[in-house]
């Protein structure tokens, strides 16, 4: 069996980055919970941060450079989709959802998405349910249940009691389950355009009958 491919698009725009830090450990769970049910998974981390100029330029262009357009190509043809984004002002980055603007429309329709965001502080949590599930509900993604989020304390010493690593292990086991049974390039195909019949078409047809 093809291994599944698994993309984390990641828009932390420090180096090193609490945000590719919490992505790298969603990844490294997700694939572990995989390879225990038996599938093989191949993972790619997609850093905004190197790809900012370039996601400019496709905004303003309409054209994505070759590295923006390699990227976009793979979040298109992934299995699924970690997605991992700093808070701010309660929202996601600008980076982020620039790249979600230069997305086709239906790169993401009916593909597991697990989402998850990092912050100064546990009040910006909310920001996951009120901004970034409406989003990839909006794209028609599967986003899985638990959504992840990590403030400064959890990567300290008031972080050991585990609630973090407790957290990042259920979201990925939500991700693996709905990967486990899907076979290897399984994206489904966009919609078919609902046809549009006109009102006056569909008055007729009521004085026929």
């Given amino acids: ?53 370039d996601i400019a330029d496709n905004l303003v262009t309409g054209f994505p450079p070759p590295a923006l357009r390699d990227a976009l190509r793979a979040v298109e043809e992934a299995d699924a989709l970690i997605a991992v984004t700093p808070i ?35 009040r910006h949590s909310l920001a996951l349910e009120h901004a970034m599930r409406p989003l990839f509900a909006h794209l028609r993604a599967v986003v899985v249940p638990t959504a992840v989020f990590a403030a400064s304390e959890d990567w300290g010493a008031n972080g050991a009691d585990g609630s973090l690593a407790g957290r990042i292990d ?28 006109p009102f006056e078409q569909q008055l007729a047809a009521l004085r026929v009958r």
């Fill in 1 to 53: 069996m093809s291994a599944l491919n698994l993309v984390v698009v990641t828009a932390g725009l420090s180096v090193p980055s609490s945000t590719r830090l919490l992505a790298d450990r969603l990844a490294e769970a997700t694939a572990r919970e995989l390879r225990t049910a038996g599938r093989e998974v191949d993972v790619r981390v997609v850093e905004l941060r190197e790809l900012a100029r």
């Fill in 88 to 122: 701010f002002s309660a929202s996601y980055s600008g980076l982020f959802k620039s790249f979600v603007d230069v997305l086709d429309r239906d790169a993401l329709t009916g593909k597991p998405v697990l989402i998850a965001a990092t912050g100064g502080t546990a």
């Fill in 170 to 197: 259920r979201a990925a086991g939500e991700l693996a389950t709905q990967l486990s049974g899907r076979p290897a390039g399984a994206a489904p195909q966009a919609r078919a355009a609902e046809q549009v019949v």
